[in-house]
Each structure stands twice: as C-alpha cells, then as structure tokens.
C-alpha cells in the first residue's frame, strides 16, 4: 500500500493507495503542537481500524504547505513505518506537467492538482481549490501550468467577519433559502456563499475572455467546493479527491529516488 498525505494548513488529507485505486482517506487536523510519536499512534489507529499495519506501507509520499510540522511528519515515517517520504516539489518528475511560473515559489498543493487535473481530464483546464485559500491554476493543452491566482478562503473570509466585527456570531456555512436574508446569520451566509460564487465565476470567466482557454473545463476541489460548486455554472466536475490522486500520479512518476 502507498501512503499519501497532502498537509494544508487546516487539515492533512491522508488516503491508502494499492496500485490501482484509492483504499481508505482520513482527514486530520494540522496540529503543529503534535509530536511524531502523537501523529504515528493517530496514524496507527486509522490503518488498523482498516485492516492494515505499519508493515503493509510500501512507500510514502508527501505535500505541504506549513513547513513547520514537515519535520515533525518525516521523523514519524521514517521511525514507524522506515520508509523516507518522497516530498512534493517543482524538482520531482512531474511527468506530463511543466512550469511557466516561479518554480521555488509554487506550493506543493497547486502542483499535485495540476499533475491530476491534466492527467485525468486533459487540458486545457481551470482548477479552483477552496482551501485556507481559494486558489486558481490553469494548465494549457500541452500541460504547462501557465500560472493563476489566490484569493481568501471560505472559511477564513467567515472568520474575518466575525473578528472584525464585535456584533456579528461565528456561522455555520450552509447555503440560505434565498440571497436576501432576514437575519443577521442568514445575511452572513448569502454574502460569503453567494459572494464566493460570484468571485469563482467572475475569475473564471475573465481567464477564459482574457486567454486561448475558453474551451477549458473547470474543475473543483477542496473541502469548500460543494458549497460553492451547487450554485455555480461554471464548473464542469467536482473531484474532492484530486490532491491525492496527484499525489499517486507522482509517486509512480518519481518512486525509484525513495529511500528506505
């Protein structure tokens, strides 16, 4: 089994591969106050209400975006489970994947979606993650990642509003009945839902009248996207498992460097 984790600054999506399909996935918090030995007995007991073992690993990759816990998770692979994580970045084999961008500043995350999004459903193709952030890559017909942009999160945009604002009450983010709300809740929830869905198909449309790609589909992910996704008309697919199918991509694309 292949182990895969995407590290976000919220959470770590964590999925069980075999070579031909994704096993198991979990979502852990992205706690950097964790030891490793924490991280390997919360990892232990996924894999063993699942049937499998630290034995059962047969290598690891991993993508990240909060290099501070990056040490943290290494030392846990490589004492539980001795295998050395392949670490996602613009210096891996990323097969059919080039970069027209600043290769040391691109995160680890826009490179997996990218690799998935054209490995699975060609290009060219506009991937939206919402995320901590909501971010937006575009990868032409030849697979060169040609650059995007980043915008706030869903749920760190809720937040903001609640912080800055001493009156208003942290929401549950949920799409309202209608976009004129009677209430103070239901105000907040049609101004980030709706407002998040006006952004995503204001970009989108932009990048496809401003750019070659007006044919591109439009894919989604991230744990936001259905929220947003169920009110917009532009978005073609909804895959919320696309960082860790780029993750698989890439493990078989660069699994000879790992060390054991």
């Not at 909501?134 to 869903?154: K, L, Q, S």
């Not at 983010?173 to 869905?197: H, R």
């Not at 929220?227 to 698989?248: F, P």
Request: with cysteine; charged share 20%.
């Amino acid at each position: 089994m292949i182990l895969l984790m995407d590290v976000g600054n919220t959470n770590i999506k964590i999925g069980l591969s075999n070579e031909k399909k994704h096993v198991f996935t979990w979502r852990v918090a992205t706690d950097t106050s964790r030891t490793a030995d924490e991280f390997g007995m919360v990892l232990f007991d996924l894999l063993s209400q699942a049937g499998f073992t630290f034995n059962d690993i047969e290598g690891i990759i991993l993508s990240s975006v909060a290099p501070s816990i990056n040490y943290t998770l290494e030392h846990m692979c490589t004492f539980y489970m001795h295998k050395k994580p392949i670490m996602v970045s613009p210096k891996l084999n990323l097969g059919k994947i080039s970069l027209d961008y600043t290769a040391h500043e691109l995160g680890s995350d826009r490179i997996i979606n990218a690799v998935a999004a054209y490995e699975l459903y060609s290009g060219p193709v506009i991937i939206v993650d919402f995320g901590s952030c909501t971010t937006f890559g575009v990868v032409d017909e030849n697979g060169v990642f040609r650059g995007g942009m980043i915008a706030p999160g869903i749920k760190s945009s809720a937040e903001s509003l609640v912080n800055t604002a001493a009156k208003l009450p942290r929401i549950e983010l949920v799409k309202p009945s209608a976009v004129i709300g009677k209430n103070t809740v239901e105000n907040m929830q049609a101004g980030v839902i709706y407002g998040f869905t006006g952004l995503v198909e204001y970009i989108v449309n932009k990048i496809k009248s401003e750019s070659p790609f007006r044919n591109a589909k439009v894919v989604a992910t991230g744990g936001m996207s259905q929220l947003v996704t169920q009110n917009s008309n532009v978005i073609d697919i909804v895959d919320r498992a696309l960082s860790l199918k780029g993750l698989k991509i890439l493990y078989d694309y660069n699994k000879n460097i790992q060390s054991v």
